[in-house]
């Protein structure tokens, strides 16, 4: 994975689909590790950085940062 510029309530896809069927989720919480939630169901998963940045597809939407 070339691209690991992901950054907090970002869209993202995944590799593998949620059990709903959709695989894009919004990155909630960044640290150790990450928390994402399912933008179809809103069920929320959390896992190891390194787990995430092996499952990731690619960003599919960036957060504005101004607010």
């Not at 590799?15 to 933008?39: F, S, Y």
């Amino acid at each position: 994975m070339s691209n690991k510029n992901y950054h907090l309530h970002d869209k993202v896809e995944m590799k593998k689909p949620h059990a709903c069927q959709t695989n894009r989720w919004e990155v909630i919480r960044l640290g150790m590790d990450i928390r994402i939630r399912c933008e179809h169901c809103d069920h929320i998963v959390t896992m190891k950085r390194r787990d995430f940045e092996n499952r990731l597809r690619r960003v599919v939407e960036f957060h504005n940062n101004e607010e």
